[in-house]
């Protein structure tokens, strides 16, 4: 499957890196040019301007290890997305999607973090596949974000089953460096975003498809 | 999306057309080749040998329009798939997925047919993502039956909800000139199963997804 | 099954034509008293009053064609429900109910559209089998909104399954015409609301129930 | 809601007062004529032909009481209906769906015991909208069968939730006398089948809709 | 299954009595210190601060009735929780977590009620398996609330399957009584909410499991 | 959690260790005794006698390494369960809850393979809340097989996610000896089977629930 540009829609800094980490590396290395859209982020009130620019540097460092094209910061402090009228975020983020005009788009997937749900919502009306940009699109995919994903209620809320794996045997040790650029979000094992955590999560999905390494995603759209 | 070899499972003749004629052609005319395996048959004791005859002489007219190289009869009795021991269905259809190696499997979606459920659950079992057959399959995707996929029960059986819609604008004539070739099988206008259904269809799935005639599929699992 | 007092309720002017619209005719002609309470409207400041006004007068050529007997319009600005008290937004609906006391409710089914998901909402609450309206209320169902609801993300939001069909075999014609009316949302085919797509969709909906057209419903709550 | 003839589809004798004694009450009292198709029964080689002559009496002395027209006996063994051949079994219900021609047909909802399972896929193919009789049904419902259909497993297996609450304030004495018959079949409480859980159920379905006592189905398909 | 402390979480007064009053019993009498938290009240201005008062009284009485050692209020208007930051809602539910370190955690299930449904999210959140207090919960699950529970619209929003059944047998009296305490709350039958309908879903939820009477729950999360 | 008895049903040899394995090790250390129902095996027509008697010997080096009391094997041939008359399979998977009468019990999930959800089902039917020894049981869950659970079909089948997990960081070494005594049915990295896939599972498990290793179930029914 070829892409030539695949935006990836991240709602806090590292979420982009825990989902799609090891595919962003493949997609660049395969000549994709990858733009990661973040929302939010660690900013005032619940942390200070010093926290969201510690993040930023980390995004930054292990976007360069991921061959990450471009990175967008929408600025939206965290659990505060609600507090944006609807129109206004969704236009950002259908504005990112018209000017960057991506065949691939990754998102998250709905869960315990209300910041992931309302991004997910965002991000499938900017989709629509209607307009020149929503029409260019060929595939829409939701992916895990370790823990918060795996905290949704159990049959009450929707529950992740992936549709998609991609083998990212190749790419596995990359996203565990680029992971470890996020020193402040990362916990020692057996915490739930360990480096052994995603490494574990990335064997289970990998060896559920034939393959050693894997990321889940949930297509949402393919079109062809 | 590149598919070199596409095997297409159907319970009876015309299944496959009804599904996925559209896409059938679009991937001859690409240079796939196409194979079609049809499990089932109108066979005695419920019809005469001169109805699976028939049938099958349809179908090949059918296929000859859509571009379809290969097809195999596993001859079952239609509604009797269940009488054959399911080692040895699931046998027969691992050896057509193990002869032919396909990168891409379309089978039925399970639905009000037995005939449909019981020819899934061994496509399951034969793309299952082992030994060196398995693994070359990069997508599995269930399609969509006209009538019997719309009469499984509504949230008591699994319902058919797309996630993937081909765009057959190009071949949707040849997929009704194919879907003709079925006299025996077709109803006239408003049977649910009438060319005017069929071309409805098409236009419902293809206008959702950005085209104007579309068919829809159920991804089960894609790997890349 | 006869209903004396219809209320639909709509998210925005034309929503209850694109899913109701045959069965609202068909009401009519059989005498039941139809009233719609439009929710939302094209208002500012996303849009100018013009082009509010200009969407209800569509509304009213489109509800003489359809024998509708009342409209109400509650006139939220569009993508602003959100921001009515949810106490108040009930309240306003929780009236029309109890000012109206239909035995029968159609609503929108919450799809991609936030206001529809918001206007749900309040209908499921304005419709609890309490109180005298509420204990008058026979049949609520929401219709499917066509685009909008087929834009839901597969099994990870609700997807439409109609357990409910009308056939509007005799008043699809009367529907494309008051969908006609509403030049200012109306699309050329293959757009997902052309009037193509529409007519697609009923031909879809009928064939698979044993009529030529109709209107899918997802029934709530029958009471009998 | 009219109904000139209900079809009551049962797995065993009593599953169809469990389900609606109470409904089938207020129909015949409406003049509706009913008809109880009994699928299988208490018969050898798990069961003597005694017991089964026990259940037919105490049925028959229920079906007085509730105001059954006329009850037919398919006679195939208690968990023996998976060893009909599946054409057969669909051939003798659709035989009794063309013979009778509902406009009602009401059966059990796919649970715990496996004759409910069958006996509720063969209603489905029975009352497919094709045909005459076909077309002629006007709604289709599965019952909830005390105790077998609260054991279906949790998200795993289908759980039943009413859609439709018949009010049998009217008819749940009666019910529970027709009930009474089955002194062969009823336990005493805390039995999950004595006639205090049945009266429990009724209570609840019923309050939860306006009424003192209900009984809840799911509707597969209603056409208007 | 022996809990030290339980921590039942309350969108408003008499919420933890229609859902787990028999349970809370229960714990008390083997020893259990049982806390509710409350989050929402009948404040203005919606109401007076009357009828908080008076709501407030009538759960003292009922608390004392079932042994509860503390009752937290955080006094949120009723339908009003959605205006505060959910951050700052959120803060509170974990603190009262933090602070009460809880071994089992009964929540709401997430229904028509919007109260609720926010509730259950902060619920979700602040039981997170991290932390100190996180790690020593061994198991949350979400109550059933007679009527707003039920109200859910089937299929289309989550609907209530209980997978944890508790016997209430010997505390099914003392639920009821505790139930009329609050005299502003409680409506005769057949309302929805009346002594009645508490008493006859008691019934159904225990004869289902073996017990005369019995709470059923959702379980969210046990560990062991 | 306390029990005395645990009945750990498995439809082959080695899918108690892959499920849960661990869990029996914890069980057995704190003086539960543990009995192993092995309903099928590797044996004629499909696999020699030899194949059958090889697993067995695998399974009791396993099972003494895991501390289970008892294991017994029903012999009935692998993919053959469904020629198995249903009240006899029925009857054994009864007979062996009645003879034991656990107060925990552990199945399949049902998924990919036959054996497992033809053996879910008798386990169902067998741990109905019935009877002295259904009524004594405390606890039903279902356990993941490793591969053949994951390959259900996601949205079409039922998929699994736990709502409880077993701390195994005590037992995840004696669950991978264990494993290990299985050579005939372990394959090497990165088959889905592998050693390490399982440890994979069991920190993906473990980590989201607070834990370094865990076994997940899915609770279907529990009362106390």
């Given amino acids: 499957m070829d892409f030539d540009r695949a935006l990836v829609i991240a ?10 980490g090891g595919f962003i590396k493949k997609l660049s290395d395969a000549g994709c040019e990858v ?5 939010s982020g ?6 200070s301007e010093e926290v969201f620019a510690t993040t930023v540097k980390e995004a930054e460092k292990a976007h360069i290890l991921l061959g990450v094209a471009h990175c967008e910061y929408l600025k ?8 944006v009228p609807i129109s206004e975020l969704n236009g950002k983020v259908i504005g990112a999607v018209n000017d960057f005009k991506p065949s691939l788009v990754l998102c998250p997937y709905p869960d315990r973090h209300i ?13 629509r596949p209607i307009g020149a940009a929503g029409l260019n699109i060929k595939l829409i995919a939701a992916y895990e974000t370790l823990s918060e994903t795996h905290w949704n209620a159990p049959h009450i809320e929707c529950n992740f089953v992936p549709n998609w794996v991609v083998d990212i045997t190749n790419s596995i040790e ?3 460096q680029a992971l470890s650029c996020f020193e402040s979000q990362i916990s020692p094992f ?8 995603v490494e574990a999560l990335a064997m289970f999905r990998g060896t559920q498809s034939g393959f050693a390494y ?11």
Avoid: N
Wanted: charged content about 20%.
């Fill in 35 to 39: 733009t990661v859209l973040t929302v």
């Fill in 190 to 197: 057996p915490g739930p975003r360990s480096i052994k955590a």
């Fill in 115 to 127: 910041d992931h749900r309302l991004v997910f919502d965002a991000a499938m009306v900017a989709t």
């Fill in 76 to 83: 939206i402090p965290a659990t505060k997305i609600g507090d």
């Fill in 42 to 47: 660690h900013l005032p009130p619940l942390y």
């Fill in 11 to 20: 709602p806090h800094p590292d979420d982009e890196i825990l989902g799609v």
């Fill in 214 to 224: 894997g990321e889940g995603l949930h297509i949402i759209r393919m079109t062809s």
């Fill in 174 to 176: 990359v996203k565990k």
